[in-house]
């Protein structure tokens, strides 16, 4: 997960426990949760296109609500910057160079050619029936008629399937899932610093690293490239390679916001198919439309509902000025359901066309999983559909209480085939 993300939902915690705090005079309201993504957060976003479609919080953030807009700030990298190393310097310049998140170019374009050429379609491709392998054997697994689906499915799946890729062991998967979760529940005390808050990020992760760093040390020394860790290890570009940290802080990226993607993707597959029972007979009756039924709940439930830029200049979006060196905040839940892009955006339409949505990002940080989350949801849910003839949520979800947007826990009562 980008650490702005960590750091949005830090500000958050402090905002709610500031209870009668000074407000900024540009804030009609403060932001509803997101919680279940239901009607508040979605009418109080339409109301921000409308009337302010960039709006300043109390933390002098700068929340960009349009689709127009968004597309503008995503495509324009020379003047919204992703680069917010230079305010953590807690996790040292090697580490802060090896994100590739946080880079703009022409660094990022480097860093991208070299783990582009490690973590290839054709690789991705090539999981295809190991995911069906193990999507079986979880719901052959599955107690009785009624379990946990995050439990059950929709964690384990991608965690196994990231783990095999890079060739560390999936049998780690609940050290993967102690490293998340300590991230997941960094928060902030009323009154404590972001420092510390960055400070207590980078001592989270420091396990995962070593742990990391040393795999990738071990196919240094023994020259393998038979998984895709050690394909990173050799990747080169005009006789460059990436470091053992480069290495391991991108195989470190696609375990963390891997598998959280897919995980959360998977849950809202679910909550829209609840919510929309039509859809669902339409897709039985046709598992052609599985893809495009994916798509449209990316749009309707993006898993990160916003990104994060740094303004490198004053620049104005929808007449408001932006100074230099604020945070912007594109809004991609907002712009998914933006009335100005998308035809009746709140209703759930399996057949969207066209269907440019950007939960998966946009531009050149289009999210390089994408391609891993899809083929994976794509044969769960076709797995799901053959395996029982009716899935219902049973009982009221636990949504995460942060920016993420979806469920941790959920439980799913079944008919098997």
């Known amino acids: ?17 500031d209870v009668g705090g000074a407000m900024s005079a540009d804030e009609p309201v403060r932001m509803p949760p997101f919680t279940d993504g239901g009607a508040e957060i979605l009418e109080w976003m339409k109301g921000m296109r409308d009337d302010r479609p960039v709006w300043r919080d109390e933390h002098n953030r700068y929340f960009v609500f349009r689709y127009a807009d968004v597309q503008a700030v995503f495509s324009d990298p020379a003047r919204f910057s992703s680069n917010i190393g230079r305010l953590m310097p807690v996790f040292g310049a090697e580490k802060l160079s090896a994100n590739l998140p946080w880079q703009d170019p022409p660094d990022h374009r480097r860093l991208r050619q070299l783990v582009s050429q490690a973590f290839t379609p054709k690789t991705v491709a090539g999981m295809r029936p190991r995911i069906g392998e193990v999507v079986g054997q979880l719901l052959a697994d599955a107690p009785g008629d009624e379990f946990d689906f995050v439990e059950q499915l929709a964690y ?6 990231i783990a095999e890729l890079l060739g560390i062991s999936p049998g780690d998967r ?5 490293c998340a979760d300590r991230l ?18 980078a001592e989270a992760t420091k396990e995962l690293d070593e742990y990391l760093l040393a795999e990738v040390r071990q196919r240094r020394a023994k020259g393998s490239t038979d998984d895709v860790l050690g394909a990173l290890a050799a990747a080169e570009l005009n ?15 696609l375990l963390n916001t891997g598998h959280i993607t897919t995980t959360l993707l998977l849950g809202n597959t679910l909550l829209c198919l609840d919510d929309n029972p039509d859809a669902e007979a339409r897709i039985r009756a046709d598992r052609s ?15 990160f509902p916003r990104a994060c830029r740094i303004a490198t200049t004053d ?3 929808a007449g408001e000025v932006i100074p230099a060196d604020a945070f912007v905040m594109p809004s991609i839940l907002s712009a998914n359901h933006d009335e100005r892009q998308f035809e009746k955006p709140e209703q759930f339409d399996i057949q969207r066309d ?61 008919r098997r085939a």
């Not at 495009?292 to 898993?303: F, G, K, T």
């Open 184 to 201: 997941l529940g960094i928060g902030a005390e009323k009154g404590e610093s972001e420092q510390k808050v960055v400070e207590a990020i």
């Open 354 to 414: 066209p269907n440019r949505h950007f939960g998966f990002g946009h531009g050149i940080h289009f999210c390089l999983g994408a391609p891993l989350a899809r083929l994976e949801t794509e044969i769960a849910l076709n797995r799901l559909m053959t395996e029982f003839t009716d899935l219902r949520i049973s009982a009221d979800p636990v949504f995460h209480p942060s920016e993420f947007y979806g469920v941790k826990e959920m439980t799913v009562s079944v």
């Open 315 to 317: 620049v104005e979006i």
């Open 1 to 17: 997960m980008p650490l702005l993300l960590f750091l949005s939902k830090v500000r958050r915690d402090r905002a709610r426990s």
């Open 239 to 253: 006789g460059e390679r990436l470091t053992d940290l480069q290495v391991a802080t991108f195989a470190a990226l």
């Open 156 to 161: 384990p799946l991608p965690v196994i399937v």
């Open 289 to 303: 439309l599985v893809p495009a039924a994916l798509e449209e709940v990316v749009r309707r439930r993006p898993p």
């Open 174 to 178: 609940a050290f993967f899932r102690r």
